[in-house]
C-alpha cells in the first residue's frame, strides 16, 4: 500500500469543494462503504473501511474492508469467491462514507448467508410491533460448503 | 413514538433468520441508513438512526434521522421541503443497517448543498494522489437562500 490520505480539513467547503479526497475516519478510524451492483444498483452490503482497506481498494480495483468483528482487513470474496471489482468509487459531501458500484465475481452473492444482498428482508410494523419478512430467498451458494475450510 | 424494539439475540441464527426486527444500536445507539431514490435506485445520502428516529420513521412513513452533529432527531426536509416518503424499509443480515427506498419531495434533493445525491463526486488516484471529481454539479435549490433562516 502506497497510496495515503491528507487529513481532513476543518473547513467544511473544503471538503464539499475543494479537490482533495480526504476522508474522515471516525474514532475508530473507519468510514461507511456503500455497496451497489453497477449493473442496476442493487444495494448489496454496508461495510466499513479503514485508510488501509480504502488504499487496497483504489490500488487495486477489488474491494477490500475492514472487519470489525475479526480486526483486520477483508478482501471481500477472498473465501468464496465473490470477489468485487470495482467500476467507480465515489465520496459524500462531508467525506465520511464512500459508494462503491462493483461488478461481483464467483456466485454473483455479496451475502455470506448466500444471498445476492445482505438487505433480503423488508421491516413492518404489524400489531404495534416490527417484523421482517423475507423479500428475497433465492442462496446462489450454500454457505455451509462453501465457508467450511 | 409508541413502537419500541427488542433487544437483539446474541444468536446470529436468530437474526438472521427470525421474524423480529431487532435493530443491533452501536455504542452510540444508532444504526446506518442508507437511503436510494425508489425509482431508479439512486444512493442520495447515507445517515444514522437511533431508535426514536427509526420508530417515527415506521410509524409515520415518513425518513427521520438522528442528527449527530446536532444531537437531536433530525425530520429530514422539514427546512428545505425535500421530505422523503418511504416506499420501503428493508434490513440487513445482521440487523445493524437498515435501506430506505424513499420518494423525495421538494426540490428533488437530499444533498444540503442542493444536489440530487451527497454523493457527486467521485473518487480517483492520479499521480500517488486520491483526488475528487464532480460527477453531478446539478443544483436543485439554493442552500444559502433555502437555509438562510
Not at 95 to 108: I, P
Request: hydrophobic share 40%; with cysteine; proline share 2%.
Amino acid at each position: 500500500m502506497t497510496l495515503t490520505f491528507a487529513a481532513p480539513s476543518a473547513d467544511k467547503h473544503a471538503l464539499e469543494a475543494g479537490g482533495d479526497f480526504t476522508p474522515r475516519f471516525d474514532a475508530h478510524g473507519l468510514v461507511t462503504a456503500v455497496v451497489t451492483d453497477v449493473r442496476d444498483g442493487e444495494l448489496l452490503m454496508v461495510a466499513h473501511m479503514n485508510a488501509e482497506a480504502l488504499a487496497l481498494t483504489i490500488e487495486t480495483g477489488i474491494a477490500h474492508y475492514y472487519s470489525r468483528s475479526r480486526a483486520k482487513i477483508w478482501k471481500k470474496g477472498e473465501t468464496s469467491g465473490n470477489l468485487q471489482t470495482v467500476a467507480e468509487l465515489r465520496t459524500d459531501c462531508d467525506q465520511d462514507a464512500v459508494w462503491l458500484k462493483v461488478r461481483v465475481g464467483g456466485h454473483d452473492a455479496s451475502c455470506h448467508t448466500g444471498r445476492r444482498s445482505c438487505f433480503y428482508r423488508t421491516v413492518k410494523e404489524t400489531d404495534g410491533k416490527a417484523i421482517v419478512e423475507i423479500a428475497d430467498d433465492d442462496r446462489h451458494f450454500d454457505p455451509d460448503s462453501v465457508y467450511a475450510s
